[in-house]
C-alpha cells in the first residue's frame, strides 16, 4: 500500500468511532433484508422496526448494494 | 403470471404442479435481476442472469424449509438471486486483485499516507490531523491481530469487498464482519486510552 486517501481515512474513522455495542453481521442483515425491502415498499420506516439492519446496512458495502438492487427489483416487479 | 399467496407458492414449488410453478418463478426472478442489475452493463448480461437465476432456483428450492414467511416468498426469492448475481459479478471483478497490494509487508512501516501530503488544511488543522492518523496507523499495526491488520487494510483502508477479502482469507463474509468488528472496537478502546474520543476523531476530520 502505497497510498491512504483522505476518503479511506474517513472511512476508517468512522468505523472506529461508530462501533456499536450491538452489531449484527452480513448473515442477520441477509435473513432479514427481504422484510425491511417490503416494509420500506409499504412506506413503514423499516429502519425503526429493524434498526440493528438499518445500521448494518450503512455499514457494510456489500449488503447495501444488494438491498438497493432488491428494493429496485421488487419495486419494478410489484404487481406483475 | 398467476397469483398466488405464500402457501400456495410452497405447496406448488414442492407438489404436483411444481414444474410449472418453477417456471413461473424463474420467469419473475429473471425479469426482477434485469431491473436489480439495471447499471451493471456487461456483455452477455442476459445469459448471465439466467445463469444466476439457475444457481438461485437451486438454493431456493433447496432452503424452501427455512422460509418463514416474514416477506413475499418473490421477495424471498429475489434476495437470494441478487445474492447469486451480485456475488458472481464481483468475483469476476475482483478475481485479478490481490489483498496483498493494500498490505504494507511490515508492521510499523514508516510510510507517509497520502492523506498528510494531499490535502492543503490549515497547518494547525494539519497538526491534529497528521497526528491522528499517524496513532490510528500505529494501533492499527501494533495492536490488532494480524488478520485483523490485514482484513482492516484490505476492506477499510482499500476499499476491496468484504466477500472477496473473506474468500482470499479463506472465510466468509459473515465471520470478516465479526473479525472487522473486533478490530474496529479494540482500536475504539486503545485510542481512548490515548485521550482520543469519537466525537474529537470525527470532529477532526469531519470537513476534510
Known amino acids: ?80 | 403470471m398467476e397469483e398466488r399467496t405464500n402457501q400456495e407458492w410452497l405447496e406448488d414449488l414442492q407438489g404436483p404442479h411444481k414444474d410449472q410453478a418453477i417456471a413461473d418463478l424463474r420467469e419473475f426472478l429473471i425479469e426482477g435481476l434485469g431491473y436489480a442489475l439495471g447499471n451493471h452493463h456487461r456483455e452477455n448480461m442476459d445469459v448471465l442472469i439466467e445463469d444466476f437465476v439457475q444457481e438461485a432456483l437451486i438454493k431456493i428450492l433447496d432452503n424452501l424449509d427455512t422460509f418463514r414467511g416474514d416477506s413475499k416468498l418473490t421477495t424471498w426469492a429475489q434476495k437470494i438471486a441478487v445474492r447469486v448475481a451480485f456475488s458472481e459479478l464481483r468475483r469476476k471483478r475482483w478475481e485479478d486483485v490481490s489483498i496483498e497490494q493494500f498490505v504494507p509487508e511490515e508492521s510499523g512501516v514508516d510510510f507517509t499516507p497520502a492523506i498528510l501530503t494531499d490535502t492543503k488544511p490549515t497547518p494547525e488543522e494539519m497538526t491534529t490531523r497528521d497526528r491522528m492518523v499517524r496513532i490510528i496507523l500505529q494501533k492499527v499495526d501494533q495492536e490488532l491481530t494480524e488478520r485483523q491488520r490485514k482484513a482492516i487494510y484490505a476492506v477499510i483502508l482499500g476499499g476491496m469487498p468484504m466477500q472477496e477479502v473473506a474468500e482470499q482469507m479463506g472465510t466468509n463474509r459473515n465471520a470478516l464482519y465479526k473479525l472487522i468488528y473486533d478490530a474496529r472496537k479494540n482500536l475504539k478502546e486503545s485510542l481512548l486510552r490515548e485521550g482520543l474520543t469519537p466525537e474529537e476523531m470525527l470532529a477532526t476530520f469531519k470537513d476534510g
Open chain 1, 1 to 80: 500500500m502505497e497510498r491512504i486517501d483522505q476518503d479511506a481515512m474517513y472511512k476508517m474513522v468512522r468505523a472506529i468511532a461508530d462501533v456499536r455495542n450491538r452489531e449484527i453481521g452480513c448473515d442477520d442483515c441477509f435473513e432479514q433484508v427481504d422484510r425491511f425491502v417490503e416494509l420500506e415498499l409499504a412506506g413503514e420506516s423499516p429502519g425503526d422496526v429493524l434498526p440493528l439492519v438499518k445500521e448494518h446496512l450503512d455499514r457494510c458495502q456489500n449488503c447495501r448494494e444488494e438491498y438497493e438492487a432488491l428494493l429496485v427489483a421488487v419495486k419494478a416487479m410489484s404487481g406483475k
